[in-house]
């Protein structure tokens, strides 16, 4: 009866060898894995870092036109307000003399007329500028603020990717660590698996009690 006692302690201990065997084909494959994913965001963040050089000489040229822009739209906005001047007084020096015009002489009627029609004209050209000095200043800041939004959706990534890189890294190194030390391969479930063998040992299944030396678990005899 002992013999057989001994016989099954045995096929237990086999059968949990196989299962930590099995256990370490499982980390060698999430080794790889890691090691992959690793190499692909190396890869990726290898790509991005070029776009992500350009995209910030963009912003700066981009920083650098707009600061010169509100400088230009300033002294536009300077400009406008001295046209909206020019514009009541052309406006006022219309309305004189269409009401001349009626109280003028024949010969001088054709002069005042043509004169009217030369004011009108640049009135509606001052207008016209003012509506697209406006449109222009729109698009530029526009553009400005695309360029801003993409030059941080492009630092985001990056930030992430080099987050996930440092994750699969140290998980990497605890891998490769783990492969030439038998009992950190098997990382916190060791101690399962010895305190099993003590059980086991207990009972009486075992002649021996297993041997721990330098790290390394002998199994009973």
Not at 10 to 36: F, G, L, N, P, S
Not at 44 to 67: D, N
Not at 106 to 127: G, Y
């Amino acid at each position: 009866e002992r013999i057989t006692g001994e016989e099954k302690g045995t096929i237990k201990y086999d059968q949990r060898v196989e299962e930590w065997k099995a256990k370490v084909v499982e980390a060698e494959q999430k080794y790889k894995q890691i090691h992959d994913q690793l190499e692909s965001i190396s890869e990726r963040v290898q790509q991005l870092q070029p776009q992500c050089i350009e995209l910030k000489s963009q912003a700066q040229e981009c920083s650098k036109a707009y600061k010169a822009a509100e400088t230009s739209v300033h002294r536009i906005k300077t400009n406008l307000r001295d046209l909206e001047k020019d514009k009541e007084q052309l406006t006022k020096r219309i309305s004189e003399l269409k009401h001349s015009i009626s109280q003028s002489r024949a010969a001088d009627t054709q002069e005042r007329v043509e004169r009217i029609s030369r004011l009108q004209a640049e009135l509606e050209a001052l207008n016209h500028q003012d509506s697209t000095l406006n449109q222009q200043i729109d698009q530029f800041q526009q553009v400005v603020a695309r360029r801003r939004e993409e030059l941080a959706r492009i630092e985001r990534e990056k930030q992430e990717l080099s987050s996930s890189m440092d994750l699969k890294r140290r998980a990497l190194k605890s891998m490769q660590a783990s492969r030439t030390d038998r009992i950190r391969r098997f990382g916190d479930q060791m101690p399962n698996l010895l305190a099993a063998i003590d059980e086991a040992y207990g009972r009486g299944q075992f002649k021996k009690e297993a041997r721990r030396a330098a790290g390394l678990l002998h199994p009973p005899e």
